[in-house]
């Protein structure tokens, strides 16, 4: 699923280690979740969207 | 932590101990050989598995979160199917042939094949992610 953490972490100036850490999930998590090859599971998702204080909606691109 | 510890130890040498024991009485003509044998053989298993039980920290509650979850969860499903394909196949083959197969040997391929085809599915799973 299309998204754009890569973007909101890098306006942060966060580290792909960093975000990890914060979520308390691996760095290939990350990895994965930025490329859009592992849709995260709704918790995490949750996670990310009040990590990034944004929706979940606005986070990622169901269409895509 | 001591505690702990000593929880390993005596796990891996007492549980290695009767498993060797356990063997050698299915084999009295040469009990200690074979004791010997398969507690030489257990005991470090058996100490992972102590360390697994009282020393390993514990799981994190977001670990299903991780994708490295997912890759596991994937390999072990296709391996179970592969195994499935694999035993309905050896089974129609040894049912027509009427060949009589080793009965340990049979469990020990399967095994190996089990673990190796896990093992390479998450290979390839984490090499696509890269």
């Known amino acids: ?64 | 932590m001591i505690g702990r510890w000593t929880a390993t130890v005596a796990l891996a040498l007492l549980g290695a101990g009767g498993i060797g024991a356990l063997a050698g009485s299915f084999n009295p003509d040469h009990f200690m050989l074979t004791a010997i044998v398969f507690a030489a053989c257990t005991v470090t298993p058996l100490g992972a598995l102590g360390w697994m039980v009282f020393l390993m920290p514990k799981t994190p509650e977001s670990a299903e979160d991780n994708v490295e979850h997912h890759w596991a969860a994937k390999a072990a499903g296709g391996a179970l199917t592969d195994l499935v394909v694999l035993l309905s196949a050896g089974l129609a083959a040894v049912s027509i042939s009427g060949i009589a197969l080793d009965t340990q040997m049979v469990l020990l391929v399967l095994l190996t094949v089990a673990m190796s085809d896990i093992g390479l599915r998450y290979f390839l799973l984490e090499r696509q992610a890269r």
């Open chain 1, 1 to 64: 699923m299309r998204n754009d953490i890569a973007g909101r972490r890098a306006e942060r100036g966060w580290s792909q280690a960093h975000l990890a850490e914060e979520l308390a999930v691996s760095r290939q998590t990350i990895i994965s979740i930025e490329k859009g090859r592992f849709d995260p599971s709704l918790p995490l998702a949750f996670r990310l969207a009040a990590l990034f204080e944004t929706t979940i909606e606005d986070l990622f691109d169901p269409s895509a």
